[in-house]
């Protein structure tokens, strides 16, 4: 991953609202400040990369977009309540986002699920047309459910949209947020999978800066109603000769007639078995549909003596999926069940009930690191209900200072699970990467390795996960925190004070600033400050406790 991918796909993502088509809109960004945005990225952190994304893009956004900016995470650790609406949404509030986006100290937790209903709320999602674009690079850590609040949103707004990016996420974690996309009709963007960021702007700022086309001809009216009330009352069944559906859910779509006899412009839409339609005297087409079940277009004509009742086949079946860790376990909702049938697809998380057309169906299902595939038959009027069982079990993983000492509650701490099988190029398979305390991964039965990072301290734990079963992973760092002050200091490092085998003094990191704080293993070291008045460097040696606290100051002369 690097900056130009993560800033084409956030500039695709922003340009979905800023489009001419869409200029009428509000929208609220809401920007991921939890601890795992200090991580590295090619030498720079993720927050400083989405900072000069957030400021590249808004520079050549129109002026009249209405934009609101919201943060999660930056002002406490281990806040589930920590959102703050920080630009509320207006014309011209470029400038005023960067300088939000500027202050901003990455700390806290992922909200991600309250932060976008709350960013609804604040657009009035109920009364007017809105989108939220959340930006983040973890999942939901405040036991919350974000595929159903997508889904919540979806039945109650007006027209809200949910657009979400995706940094640095694996494949099964964006399946996790990109159900809020799914389920509220926006779009998901992974930043891997985005080109150049030269490319990406040169595209996509441009569209945003285009003049809004001329307004197309307005549409025809349609056909008067009937005097005489409903003339086109179609039914519709799942399969040729079943029974006829009477369900609200199923949708019906009139098509106009061309004067060549092929199907023309929509007329009508409305949902419920049977349908009901006052149309003047002529031909139409209608066409019915259930979920991702749609039957042929069919043409039918209307009279103003007579109801037309045709009879639409969707050649469907309905699955019904239940995706658990391992058999007798509870159904897992955060599991992304993915169904191929045939000419088309669609994502479903957790337990999935849901018609697709006729034939052989291809599951793909996965549980954080741990996926299945499987292919289900699936005849016309039939129902098929399965278990997805991932053979999985859960492994939970903390960290401790040192033995019997404090735990590592600083949400920076970063819990990395390889395979404990080496490749033969020497390297591990990689299965997920997770940020903060009490973390929480499923994984495939097997052995593998935790590899347990907090700033320069760094462990290997092997461990094993069984079926259905709970791992706990609570290694010991033996490191300690060392707090350096130097008054007047444009720059602080941290040294060594042995060579290594290859005779170089090892560096333990460095902050352009006056003041470092870093997690470092138990030893010694040097800090060296420097100052930009005079160049001059100060050196202070001090020495580093498994478990404890050192507060190291400098002297600079200044």
Same mark, same amino acid.
């Given at each position: 991953?690097?900056?130009?991918?993560?800033?084409?796909?956030?500039?695709?993502?922003?340009?979905?609202?800023?489009?001419?088509?869409?200029?009428?809109?509000?929208?609220?960004?809401?920007?991921?400040?939890?601890?795992?945005?200090?991580?590295?990225?090619?030498?720079?952190?993720?927050?400083?990369?989405?900072?000069?994304?957030?400021?590249?893009?808004?520079?050549?956004?129109?002026?009249?977009?209405?934009?609101?900016?919201?943060?999660?995470?930056?002002?406490?650790?281990?806040?589930?309540?920590?959102?703050?609406?920080?630009?509320?949404?207006?014309?011209?509030?470029?400038?005023?986002?960067?300088?939000?986006?500027?202050?901003?100290?990455?700390?806290?937790?992922?909200?991600?699920?309250?932060?976008?209903?709350?960013?609804?709320?604040?657009?009035?999602?109920?009364?007017?047309?809105?989108?939220?674009?959340?930006?983040?690079?973890?999942?939901?850590?405040?036991?919350?459910?974000?595929?159903?609040?997508?889904?919540?949103?979806?039945?109650?707004?007006?027209?809200?949209?949910?657009?979400?990016?995706?940094?640095?996420?694996?494949?099964?974690?964006?399946?996790?947020?990109?159900?809020?996309?799914?389920?509220?009709?926006?779009?998901?963007?992974?930043?891997?999978?985005?080109?150049?960021?030269?490319?990406?702007?040169?595209?996509?700022?441009?569209?945003?800066?285009?003049?809004?086309?001329?307004?197309?001809?307005?549409?025809?009216?349609?056909?008067?109603?009937?005097?005489?009330?409903?003339?086109?009352?179609?039914?519709?069944?799942?399969?040729?000769?079943?029974?006829?559906?009477?369900?609200?859910?199923?949708?019906?779509?009139?098509?106009?007639?061309?004067?060549?006899?092929?199907?023309?412009? #929509?007329?009508?839409? @409305? $949902?419920?078995?049977? %349908?009901?339609?006052?149309?003047?005297? *002529?031909?139409? /087409?209608?066409? +019915? !549909?259930?979920?991702?079940?749609?039957?042929?277009?069919?043409?039918?004509?209307?009279?103003?003596?007579?109801?037309?009742?045709?009879?639409?086949?969707?050649?469907?079946?309905?699955?019904?999926?239940?995706?658990?860790?391992?058999?007798?376990?509870?159904?897992?909702?955060?599991?992304?069940?993915?169904?191929?049938?045939?000419?088309?697809?669609?994502?479903?998380?957790?337990?999935?009930?849901?018609?697709?057309?006729?034939?052989?169906?291809?599951?793909?299902?996965?549980?954080?690191?741990?996926?299945?595939?499987?292919?289900?038959?699936?005849?016309?009027?039939?129902?098929?209900?399965?278990?997805?069982?991932?053979?999985?079990?859960?492994? #939970?993983?903390?960290? @401790? $200072?040192?033995?019997? %000492?404090?735990?590592?509650?600083?949400? *920076?701490?970063? /819990?990395?699970? +390889? !395979?404990?099988?080496?490749?033969?190029?020497?390297?591990?398979?990689?299965?997920?990467?997770?940020?903060?305390?009490?973390?929480?991964?499923?994984?495939?039965?097997?052995?593998?390795?935790?590899?347990?990072?907090?700033?320069?301290?760094?462990?290997?734990?092997?461990?094993?996960?069984?079926?259905?079963?709970?791992?706990?992973?609570?290694?010991?760092?033996?490191?300690?925190?060392?707090?350096?002050?130097?008054?007047?200091?444009?720059?602080?490092?941290?040294?060594?004070?042995?060579?290594?085998?290859?005779?170089?003094?090892?560096?333990?990191?460095?902050?352009?600033?006056?003041?470092?704080?870093?997690?470092?293993?138990?030893?010694?070291?040097?800090?060296?400050? @420097?100052?930009?008045?005079? %160049?001059?460097?100060?050196?202070?040696?001090?020495?580093?406790?498994?478990?404890?606290?050192?507060?190291?100051?400098?002297?600079?002369?200044?």
């Amino acid at each position: 991953m690097n900056f130009s991918r993560f800033a084409a796909a956030l500039v695709a993502a922003l340009c979905l609202f800023a489009a001419p088509a869409l200029a009428a809109d509000r929208a609220i960004i809401i920007l991921d400040a939890s601890g795992s945005m200090w991580a590295q990225i090619g030498g720079q952190s993720r927050i400083e990369i989405a900072r000069q994304t957030l400021d590249s893009v808004l520079k050549g956004a129109p002026q009249d977009l209405e934009l609101g900016f919201m943060a999660y995470g930056h002002r406490s650790k281990g806040d589930c309540n920590d959102i703050e609406l920080m630009v509320p949404p207006a014309a011209g509030t470029a400038e005023a986002i960067d300088t939000a986006a500027a202050g901003i100290n990455p700390k806290g937790m992922t909200p991600l699920t309250a932060a976008v209903k709350e960013a609804a709320e604040d657009l009035k999602y109920t009364e007017n047309k809105a989108t939220v674009i959340l930006i983040t690079d973890g999942i939901e850590t405040c036991k919350a459910d974000p595929c159903a609040l997508g889904t919540e949103l979806k039945q109650s707004g007006v027209d809200l949209e949910v657009d979400v990016v995706g940094f640095g996420l694996s494949e099964s974690e964006g399946k996790q947020v990109a159900c809020l996309a799914d389920n509220t009709g926006g779009q998901y963007f992974e930043a891997s999978d985005a080109k150049g960021l030269d490319e990406a702007l040169a595209k996509t700022v441009a569209q945003v800066a285009e003049a809004a086309p001329a307004p197309e001809p307005a549409a025809e009216p349609a056909p008067a109603a009937a005097p005489d009330g409903v003339t086109l009352a179609p039914e519709v069944t799942l399969s040729e000769g079943g029974p006829n559906i009477k369900d609200s859910a199923p949708r019906w779509d009139v098509f106009a007639a061309n004067p060549d006899g092929t199907q023309g412009e #929509t007329l009508d839409t @409305t $949902y419920g078995a049977p %349908g009901a339609f006052k149309l003047a005297p *002529g031909t139409y /087409f209608v066409q +019915a !549909g259930w979920e991702e079940a749609k039957s042929a277009p069919q043409k039918v004509t209307v009279t103003a003596d007579a109801v037309a009742k045709p009879v639409l086949n969707l050649n469907a079946g309905l699955l019904v999926l239940h995706p658990r860790p391992a058999d007798g376990m509870e159904v897992e909702s955060g599991a992304a069940v993915d169904i191929h049938y045939p000419d088309g697809s669609t994502t479903t998380y957790g337990n999935t009930s849901i018609h697709v057309p006729a034939g052989d169906e291809k599951i793909k299902a996965s549980l954080d690191a741990a996926a299945v595939e499987m292919g289900i038959p699936l005849k016309a009027g039939e129902t098929v209900e399965k278990d997805i069982l991932f053979g999985a079990g859960h492994v #939970t993983a903390n960290a @401790t $200072y040192s033995e019997g %000492g404090d735990s590592v509650s600083d949400t *920076g701490i970063v /819990f990395q699970v +390889a !395979g404990a099988k080496k490749k033969i190029d020497g390297s591990r398979q990689d299965f997920g990467t997770n940020y903060g305390p009490d973390t929480k991964r499923w994984l495939p039965a097997g052995d593998y390795v935790m590899e347990v990072t907090m700033d320069q301290a760094h462990v290997e734990v092997p461990f094993t996960v069984k079926v259905g079963e709970q791992t706990d992973v609570d290694p010991v760092i033996n490191a300690g925190v060392a707090a350096i002050t130097a008054p007047g200091a444009s720059k602080i490092e941290v040294f060594g004070t042995k060579k290594n085998i290859e005779g170089k003094v090892p560096a333990f990191g460095y902050g352009y600033s006056a003041s470092l704080q870093t997690t470092l293993p138990e030893g010694d070291y040097v800090a060296d400050a @420097t100052t930009d008045a005079t %160049g001059k460097t100060v050196e202070q040696a001090f020495s580093v406790k498994a478990g404890e606290r050192v507060d190291v100051s400098i002297a600079t002369g200044n």
